[in-house]
């Protein structure tokens, strides 16, 4: 995990030189015009996060953007315009109400940054990605049947970090029953019927993070096995290999 963090860090700062800074100057300037049409929001301050952005997100994210798979308004609304939308609409928040100001949601930022890779270095085309479709942050299909999900979180370790939610999984798949959060519990049961179907690759992110797993159904249960890369094929949706 520590190798894959500042393997991930050290690419993100090769390929996009002072991320977090040019990052950090737009989050501002969205701010600004977050709390012009919030009128429950008083100030454009922006709540100081205890981790701060990361060069792995914000390269991740600005690629994206630079790429036009995204696209962001004067208040730091996104529309994801690469991927396919669900259902009910594809507008994001990259603010909440903070106090009398704001705060980034950060995960967000490593969750559309983590799908935009798909397609920047992964070829794989921008209709077969969903972006958040059901319990997870994006769904690969491949004729119509999931091959990929993906699930981001804003951090690796804490309170609904990915280890936490990994544990989660491989206890559910140990003991039904086990105790674990309710999401948790719906993505492991959504996991549980796609596998079902076939095998499954599940991706968790996170900044420092990218994290693969081969997902199969056995005796009603869920067995994850880590994978240390993904195939890519020109015949199928090309899978991420990190």
Request: glycine share 10%.
């Amino acid at each position: 995990m520590l190798k894959q963090s500042e393997e991930l860090t050290r690419a993100a700062e090769a390929q996009c030189p002072g991320a977090v800074q040019r990052l950090g100057g737009l989050l501002r300037a969205w701010a600004l015009g977050f709390a012009a049409v919030r009128p429950d929001v008083m100030s454009s301050r922006l709540a100081e996060s205890r981790r701060g952005l990361r060069p792995d997100e914000a390269a991740g994210f600005l690629t994206a953007l630079d790429a036009r798979l995204l696209h962001v308004d004067s208040a730091g609304f996104v529309v994801a315009q690469g991927f396919r939308p669900k259902a009910s609409g594809g507008r994001y928040a990259l603010f909440s109400r903070n106090g009398s100001g704001a705060a980034v949601n950060l995960e967000y930022l490593i969750q559309m940054a983590a799908a935009a890779e798909l397609l920047i270095h992964h070829g794989v085309a921008g209709a077969n990605i969903c972006f958040e479709q059901g319990e997870f942050d994006a769904v690969l299909e491949d004729g119509g049947r999931p091959v990929l999900v993906m699930e981001a979180k804003a951090r690796i370790e804490g309170g609904d970090g990915l280890l936490e939610l990994l544990d989660s999984l491989l206890k559910l798949g140990r003991d039904p029953q086990a105790k674990a959060r309710v999401n948790h519990r719906r993505k492991y049961a959504a996991l549980l019927e796609m596998a079902a179907d076939g095998p499954v690759v599940l991706q968790l992110v996170a900044d420092g993070a990218r994290w693969a797993f081969d997902v199969s159904e056995l005796a009603g249960t869920l067995r994850l096995a880590p994978r240390t890369g993904l195939s890519r094929s020109a015949r199928r949706p090309s899978l991420p290999r990190w």
